[in-house]
């Protein structure tokens, strides 16, 4: 069980608008603690997207955007492309526990 | 360019122990904190340790603490993960990680190629 949830899976038809959430509690977003958002491809390494809540780092289209309140952060994709079929992770950092933690993933499909 | 180079992984047996290493090279290695994340098969990604970038102060996850040593040599840019008495739930692909910024738990932007560690009799 991950300290922050994710859903399992997201699936959208191209050139759709989909969101990943990411819900947290006091300890970890809700305390006020960045998220960030990584593109993971099969059989390849994570790919940062979206780092301190909203902000996309060099070369990561416009198309992803971050957001955050209260407990939850979410991810944002417009204009779906086949592409970006791939598996989705939030992080934070948790006070509780004294460390980063991962959500547990999204598979987003593109239909 | 900026670059994580892992190496060190392979198949150990259970309660045995391994060093993994990471190279680094493209920006300055002893400004940076940095991180070691995992990812068992078919799973999600999972914060091992972290480390500040002078090697001053250390993190862990719970599942390793007390079993895992984090260390740098900063002198030759390399990061290191000491694991000692391994179970079979520490199989994964091992990623070491460097932070978009001065604190470990910060967003990575830069990640190694992965190293696999297999514990298993």
């Known amino acids: 069980q991950s300290v922050l949830t994710q859903p399992p899976s997201v699936s959208g038809a191209p050139g759709q608008r989909v969101t990943i959430s990411c819900t947290g509690s006091?300890?970890?977003?809700?305390?006020?603690?960045?998220v960030h958002w990584y593109q993971q491809l099969p059989g390849t390494a994570p790919k940062l997207l979206i780092y301190?809540?909203?902000n996309r780092p060099s070369g990561v289209p416009d198309r992803f955007s971050g957001s955050k309140s209260g407990t939850s952060a979410s991810l944002a994709i417009t204009g779906l492309q086949a592409e970006d079929e791939a598996d989705y992770y939030c992080?934070?950092?948790?006070?509780?526990?004294?460390?980063?933690?991962f959500g547990g993933g999204t598979k987003l499909t593109v239909l | 360019e900026v670059q994580l180079l892992e190496s060190g992984g392979g198949l150990v047996q259970p309660g045995g122990s391994l060093r993994l290493s990471c190279v680094a090279s493209?920006?300055?290695?002893?400004?940076?904190?940095m991180s070691w994340v995992r990812q068992a098969p078919g799973k999600g990604l999972e914060w091992v340790s972290g480390?500040?970038?002078?090697?001053?102060?250390?993190y862990y996850a719970d599942s390793v603490k007390g079993r895992f040593l984090i260390s740098r040599d900063n002198s030759k840019n390399t990061l290191y993960l000491q694991m000692n008495s391994l179970r079979a739930e520490d199989t994964a692909v091992y990623y070491c990680?460097?932070?978009?910024?001065?604190?470990?738990?910060?967003?990575?932007?830069?990640w190694g190629q992965g190293t696999t560690v297999t514990v298993s009799s």
């Open positions: 493209g920006f300055s290695f002893s400004s940076s904190a």
């Open positions: 301190r809540n909203n």
């Open positions: 006091s300890s970890n977003i809700g305390a006020g603690y960045d």
């Open positions: 990680a460097k932070p978009l910024g001065s604190e470990y738990y910060y967003g990575m932007d830069v």
């Open positions: 992080q934070s950092y948790d006070s509780r526990l004294s460390g980063s933690v």
């Open positions: 480390i500040s970038g002078s090697g001053g102060f250390t």
